[in-house]
């Protein structure tokens, strides 16, 4: 019922006809601080009840019947205004109503167009509200150029974003100016931050080196993310959506105004849940947001912020990717769980579930030291609590227990019900319970909690009316526990840990047996019991020199990473600590930007820079069940060039840019042999990433925006590297056993001009917004993938001789259609917005994720060989929500 519903919407949406009228009110719209042109200001009629928005020169052309009555301007953050109607307002000022937003740490990292010269991309608040839907934030950025977002298994905040081929844990992430990639390996859980488009005021994609001013810079692009702040304005708004699956959220939002004594606050809440689109999904989440600001004088003002998003969701395993062959064979085809499945008394078995809250606190200070200068400083605190859960015992049992066999894409079978094809559980309960030794294979919480602080200031003085000199710290402390800890004995008496066995004693001196055969019940821990510890410190600075048309900035860090870890389960108290390592990193990058009329302007940028290899992966070799270290890990260096091109018009804006990326001693490291603690150091392992992107934005009438872009990328892996093994003493080793150092034998990885996989190299998007009459608005994008290589991994089969790749299975092109329509109307005195989305609206089935299984293949490799996992298909939401 609820989908034909919102089919009957959709129909009466599109078929609504517009009407054109014959006077015409023009302006521009500009912030009255920063002088910047606002991008999608509504602009409102009350005599004609007609409306539009302004385009990315802040410009409007508003048809009307009459000249008479008033003209509104409203936009997310400011302050709404009214005048009298005329054909040629000007220059409209609207005036910030957000208290903290100007902090220096809160938009350092933003870029501004035609003056910072870095390719951006920005998703306006408007186009937020209406484009998101159900997605995740990587998903509204796939019309990004060089953006590619997928929704991996499909579960709750699980999604992945690419930029420019280079994966999340090369792409920089800030909420509000602080970094929020993970400290230990540098990726992104989208799932903490799955309420984060609650509180988003703005959104934008800086790709390439970027404006970010920190002290630990990106590779791929930048991510910013501004919340919103303390809106001047007393008021508030409710919120209801659903939508396929038994999606269901409510939000609301409410803020006091800004009192005479310069105080104010706002809150914000919301709940999330549904059954979720893939097979055994279910997925609860809540976000919850903060804010109270003072403004203490002139000169001084606070501004403490706090938001969190508490979740729970199961999950489809994104290593359960299948051979199609296998896909084919399922009742529920592409929304098929491997792990799905029941016990013996025919109750779920949430074998996938991940938990997690994430909140992050914040307090900025704003100083206006004189007329020149000023200091502007954030501390800030993220509290992480959770855990996903992984079955543990002996590996010849629970390999069985996940959905498939990685290494040939078929379906797991000695657990599975053939009736159902479903996972039947209570066969291994029935095992565990007849099992003298206790269960072989148990449900276990692998928990992943921290605690981690920072500091970033940030001073800033004009030596001149043209320069512009800023310069800050950059500290950050993490410490983050990783350990296992049991939930369901699976039908068993008790668990015996096999990983107590593979303890060395030289570690542990006095291991007994009755500490390696202890019997473990619920709540014991397992495999692993471990903390990581990140200490960061790093200067920054930057000067800029803005001139009339000319915007030129030199900028350069230096950060200092330290290394180490306590490790409760391998390591006897006394030899807990693992040795202590610090990599010096350091950054220069420049560029300008040269406005050659008011529609024209070019810019060029370009960089260097030499980043701390990740503590887990790169020093430590398997971090959670040893504290061997690679002593040979060296920092990963990058080289990137960019230029770029600009115009602006009333009608017309476009970008064009060309950009070369080249990514040095990258590292890689593999454990070896039956020895776990051996590995594999491999280094030089360079990697080339170059591109063209166009985006551009069309208004041919006043009612009508057609957007596009294009992105032409050729990523290549480009070096041949070379790498020993070690044993966890750093000593030569063959794997098994030590072996003196002439006796070591090199292996060669031959990865040159091999395509970088799990990303399309080439994209395209289109996509246009009607306005209709009475604040109807149709919309409709398009986004085109190509050249999408599958994802494969660097193995080390044998000690010696040379291995060379081959270009990756290449993933069937796919274009993927979205609708949407949003409705402006009065219930009453208040404002109300009805919206409906549509995604994949031709329910185009498509490989969105995939892995070559045999990527040392000679010749073309197909889809025989490749696992795989398919996108989502058709989905819907509407909308309902109403501002008081």
């Known amino acids: 019922m609820r989908r034909k519903l919102f089919f ?11 009407a054109f009228s014959q006077n015409v009110i023009k302006g521009i719209v500009i912030d009255k601080d920063t002088k910047e042109a606002l991008i999608g200001v509504s602009v409102y009629s009350e005599e004609s009840k007609v409306g539009t928005s302004t385009d990315l020169d802040g410009t409007f052309s508003l048809h009307v019947s009459s000249l008479k009555g008033k003209v509104t301007f409203t936009y997310v953050g400011y302050s709404p205004l009214k005048l009298d109607a005329k054909a040629d307002l000007g220059t409209i000022e609207l005036e910030s109503n957000a208290i903290g937003l100007k902090d220096v740490v809160v938009t350092s990292s933003v870029a501004i167009r035609r003056k910072t010269p870095v390719a951006i991309s920005v998703i306006e608040p408007e186009m937020l509200e209406t484009k998101l839907s159900s997605q995740e934030f990587p998903e509204i950025l796939k019309s990004t150029p060089g953006v590619y977002a997928t929704k991996q298994g499909g579960g709750y905040g699980d999604s992945r974003i690419n930029l420019r081929g280079f994966e999340s844990a090369n792409i920089a992430v800030m909420v509000n100016g602080v970094p929020v990639n993970d400290m230990e390996w540098g990726g992104v859980y989208w799932s903490n931050w799955a309420g984060l488009q609650d509180v988003t005021r703005s959104l934008q994609v800086q790709r390439g080196l970027g404006a970010s001013k920190v002290s630990a810079p990106s590779v791929g692009g930048t991510i910013n993310i501004v919340t919103k702040s303390t809106d001047s304005e007393k008021g508030g708004a409710v919120l209801y959506s659903m939508g396929n699956d038994g999606y ?29 689109y893939i097979l055994g999904t279910e997925f609860e989440g809540y976000s919850w947001f903060l804010n109270v600001s003072k403004i203490i004088n002139e000169n001084h003002q606070l501004s403490f912020t706090a938001f969190g998003a508490p979740q729970w969701h199961n999950q ?13 064979q399922q009742k529920e085809k592409y929304q098929f769980n491997p792990t799905y499945g029941f016990d013996a008394q025919g109750q779920r078995v949430e074998a996938n579930r991940n938990r997690y809250h994430k909140p992050q606190i914040s307090l900025n200070h704003f100083w206006t030291i004189n007329d020149k200068s000023s200091l502007s400083s954030v501390v800030y605190m993220s509290i992480g609590d959770g855990a996903g859960r992984a079955w543990r015992g002996n590996s010849s049992v629970y390999s069985n227990l996940y959905g498939t066999t990685t290494a040939t894409g078929m379906l797991n079978t000695k657990y599975r019900d053939p009736r159902t094809g479903y996972m039947d559980y209570g066969k291994l309960q029935q095992e565990n319970s007849d099992d003298p030794n206790g269960s072989q294979a148990v449900l276990t919480e692998s928990r992943n909690n921290h605690i981690w602080t920072g500091l970033i200031s940030t001073y800033t003085t004009k030596l001149t009316n043209e320069i512009d000199v800023y310069g800050g710290v950059d500290l950050r402390y993490y410490a983050g526990l990783h350990d296992g800890k049991i939930v369901d004995l699976m039908g068993g008496q008790f668990f015996i840990d096999p990983s107590r066995a593979k303890i060395n004693e030289a570690n542990r001196p006095g291991l007994t047996s009755s500490f390696i055969n202890e019997k473990l019940q619920v709540g014991d821990i397992v495999y692993r019991d471990n903390t990581g510890y990140v200490v960061q410190e790093g200067v920054f600075s930057q000067a800029e020199y803005n001139k009339d048309k000319l915007s030129v900035f030199i900028s350069g860090s230096i950060s200092n990473s330290t290394y180490w870890k306590i490790d409760r389960f391998y390591y006897s108290k006394e030899n807990q600590k693992s040795d202590v390592k610090s990599f010096l990193g350091f950054n220069i990058k420049g560029g300008a930007n040269y406005n050659l009329t008011e529609e024209h302007n070019v810019f060029f940028n370009t960089g260097y820079l030499s980043r701390a290899p990740f503590m887990s992966g790169g020093y430590f070799t398997s971090i959670h069940t040893s504290n061997a270290v690679n002593k040979n890990a060296i920092n990963e260096k990058l080289f990137s060039a960019e230029l770029g091109y600009g115009y602006r018009s009333r009608f017309f804006t476009a970008n064009l840019n060309v950009y070369y990326t080249k990514w040095m001693d990258r590292t ?15 280094s030089g392992l360079d990697a080339r990433h170059q591109g063209i992107e166009l985006d551009f934005v069309l208004k041919p ?3 009508l925006e057609i957007t ?20 966890s003493y750093g000593q030569p080793s063959d794997g098994n056993n030590p072996v003196a ?4 034998k090199p292996i060669t990885i031959d990865m040159k001009g091999v395509k970088v996989g799990n990303s399309a190299q080439t994209t395209f998007a289109t996509g246009a917004s009607y306005r209709l009459l009475d604040g109807l608005t149709v919309g409709a994008d398009f986004t ?25 299975y290449k993933v069937p092109n796919a274009g993927l259609l979205d609708l949407r329509a949003n409705y402006r109307f009065k219930i009453g005195p208040f404002d109300a917005n009805l919206m409906g989305n549509v995604n994949n609206a031709l329910d185009q089935v498509y490989i969105s994720d995939s892995r070559d299984l045999n990527p040392r293949t000679e010749g073309a490799h197909d889809w025989k060989q490749v696992a795989v996992m398919y996108g989502f298909g058709r989905t819907y939401t509407t909308t309902l929500k109403v501002k008081f």
């Open 784 to 808: 085109f993938y190509a050249n999408n290589y599958a994802d494969y991994a660097i193995e080390v089969p044998d000690i010696g001789g040379t291995y060379k790749y081959n270009t990756p």
């Open 668 to 682: 890689t490291v593999r454990t070896f042999g039956n020895d776990q603690n051996a590995f594999v150091n491999l």
């Open 708 to 727: 596009g872009m294009v992105s032409l990328g050729d990523w290549i892996w480009d070096s041949r590297t070379q790498g020993f093994v070690y044993d």
């Open 248 to 276: 269901n959220k409510i939000a609301f939002n409410v803020s006091t105004g800004l009192s005479k004594n310069g105080w104010a606050m706002s809150f914000l809440g919301s709940k999330t849940w549904g059954d979720g």
């Open 8 to 18: 009957l919407l959709f129909a009466i949406l599109f078929g609504s006809i517009s």
């Open 316 to 328: 489809r395993y994104n290593g359960d990717k299948m051979l199609i062959t296998e896909w084919q």
């Open 741 to 744: 150092p002439e006796d070591q």
């Open 701 to 703: 009438t006043y009612n």
